[in-house]
């Protein structure tokens, strides 16, 4: 096995640039190329057609099904113009990847000749196995059926893989029974749910809005590491991430590699995928190198936040097969190496009107600045009184390695708002709320509204130890994934917001009906609101014991684990959350509850086989082989009269290595008859416990023993791809 990893290292070091032209010099010549957008429904729909189409979008209304028909020849007149031969309902199943069923124009007529036909109910609807998908429960094995429904709100597209071309139809996944079986049903009822609830919050300032829509920017990071290195490596290969695997002495300490030159095969991957990327209108902007070696990130523009997933979703698995193309593997694991920065997914939130304003950007007027404070303090409020949620949300075996280290925020929810906006609020929580008759001089209708600075961007210092910060006009929510599927924290932080306007206007009407001024009533609500959430503000150092011990004398939860992270699912303050917005059923919810605790389950077990047969195989062998080499090395000292002392330093090594070895031995044993204990669990919590608990309390062991051979064996005899070897592209 040694001998494969020096071929992988030689080659990696070898490996040419592959040159990149894109289509040209301008990116607004080939921008959104293969989608069918705005432009192009234009062209190829009637213009009834291209109303229902918008219609649908903005409204909400649904697609008549005569406009299904002509929708679905213009779709297949474009796509056929292009040289597509087949389509596929592109969906997002709870396995938290892309699925697509392809399915040709081509049908066979009565007279034995064929036509190209693409009807109204294909684009509509279809039907894929709802029984192979993780389901939680909700569909039995031979109760199959399950149905994919065209989101109009996403416009189709065209996906070129090798040299076919497929058109692809962004749809949701729901069972026969209508539960959803997917990531995106959901989110969009929480989009429709905040979207009313924002709305009629917005009234109070500016009846000209009719609509406010959720923006997303996705900073998506990512390690990459050559492919044959990759392939030598079998616990990259089944896992994500390296089980094993010494760090050198040089990684990531001196920082040199954050914002360094680009390497030049990496450089060539980048301009492929993002040339890729363009013409899928996804709206890529920035290209860096990420702190960690080997590791990078990519960031688009803003959009309409299910597009935005819909687009990282696509990116995702656009970067993983470019990178075949360059003979590169893209990791996307949370922590695929120990000893340097993990990746995440930093989703930038914030809500946008239909009127082109920015709800969390301060205006230049008071009764601007009372807007923003509405929403400001809404959200703060929402992420106080649901932040285990929140947590649960991006709960994970990856993120579990990731959460608390020194590149990423605690598991602890808080949120961090910079020293003027703390100021601002903490001024308004001790001010009085006067009910003047008349403004004042400067404007500021008498409610003491602290003066805010309009360019927060500037204003307000980033703290990269906290899981939700406010950074200019908008929220980041620091703590998802890298590989995560951001749909699950948007669709709770959509809602809890939504369920915080709702609860917020309620509470300002009541006011108003006692006599109160509206904006003195909402000034108070505020006021109120800032007191019950003062708890989650955090400024300091999220990686700190202090904060650990703070947090839990304010009350704040430090759920470290994912499967105690995900009993908020199925309590009842959460059912009620998600029903009374008509986003989860709690059978849906405990369904969900179910698949995520098996998903957990999963993986470790995946990782613990792994890591035993790894030992068993590879790391175990070569150790005793060294070892061997070593004792002959002795009996040759001793037959030539040079024992003694100058063989002790070998004798040390060999008693190490059998030392060692039984360690670990005895480890792999234990933690397979943990894992045959925690199979027998019919509870899926139980057993996902019992993993958490048991079967990983072995991985350390194993982990440490392994990393001290490495160090100890010939190097010529290590047969797996090192640290050093695997961050190295050149």
Known sequence: MSLLRFKALESAMSRPVVRVTPPSTKISDFYGSNVFDKNKMKEFLSKEAFQSVMSSIEL??????????????????WSMGRGVTHYTHWFQPLTGTTAEKHDSFFEPTADGKA???????????????????????????????????????????????????????????????????????????????????????????????????ASLGIEQEYFVVDEDLFFARPDLVATGRTLFGHESARNQQLEDHYFGSIPERVYAFMLDFETEALKLGIPLKTRHNEVAP????????????????????????????????????????????????????????????????????????????????????????????????????????????????????????????????????????????????????????GLNIPKIPQILLDNTDRNRTSPFAFTGNKFEFRAVGSSANSAAPMTVLNAIVAEQLTIFKQDVDKLVKKGEKKDVAIMKIIRQYIKESKNIRFEGNGYSDEWALEAAARGLSNIKTTPKALDVLITEKTTELFE????????????????????????????????????????????????????????????????????????EIITEISERVSTIKKAVYDMIEARKKANVLTDAREMAIAYDEKVKSYFETIRYHVDKLELIVDDAQWPLPKFRELLFIK
């Open 294 to 445: 080997g590791q990078f990130e990519c960031a688009p523009i803003y959009e309409e936040i299910n597009l935005a997933i819909d687009h990282n979703q696509l990116l995702m698995d656009l970067m993983d097969k470019v990178a075949r193309r360059h003979k590169l593997k893209v990791l996307l694991h949370e922590k695929p190496f120990a000893g340097v920065n993990g990746s995440g997914k930093h989703n930038n939130w914030s809500l946008i009107t239909n009127t082109g304003k920015n709800l969390l950007a301060p205006g230049k007027t008071p009764k601007n600045n009372l807007m923003f404070l509405t929403f400001f303090v809404n959200t703060v409020k929402a992420v106080h009184n649901h932040a285990d949620l929140l947590r649960s949300s991006i709960a994970s075996v990856n993120n579990d390695h990731r959460l608390g280290a020194n590149e990423a925020p605690p598991a602890i929810i808080s949120i961090f708002l910079g020293e003027q906006l703390n100021e601002v609020l903490d001024e308004i929580e001790s001010s009085h709320v006067v009910n003047r008759k008349k403004k004042d001089l400067s404007g500021a209708l």
């Open 115 to 213: 036509i190209e036909k693409f009807s109204g109910d294909a684009l509509v609807q279809q039907e894929p196995d709802a029984s192979s998908f993780p389901n939680g429960g909700i569909r039995s094995t031979f109760e199959a059926r399950g149905y994919t429904a065209w989101d109009p709100s996403s416009p189709a597209f065209i996906m070129e893989s090798g040299s076919g071309l497929t058109l692809c139809i962004p749809t949701v996944f729901v069972s026969y029974t209508g539960e959803a079986l997917d990531f995106k049903a959901p989110l969009l009822k929480a989009l429709n749910s905040l979207d009313k609830a924002a709305t009629a919050v917005c009234q109070y300032f500016d009846k000209a809005v009719t609509k406010v829509n």
């Open 580 to 651: 009374k917005q008509h986003i989860f059923t709690e059978r849906e919810l405990h369904a969900r509850h179910e698949i995520f605790l098996e998903n957990y389950t999963k993986k470790i077990q995946i990782e613990a086989r792994i890591m035993g047969d790894l030992v068993t195989s590879q790391i175990i062998p070569a150790a005793l082989n060294y070892q061997t080499k070593l004792i002959d090395n002795v009996k040759g000292l001793k037959e030539i009269g040079l024992n003694g002392a100058l063989s002790a330093s070998q004798l």
């Open 60 to 77: 909400g209304i649904p697609v008549d099904r005569t406009m299904a028909e002509q929708i679905a020849a213009g779709l297949k007149s």
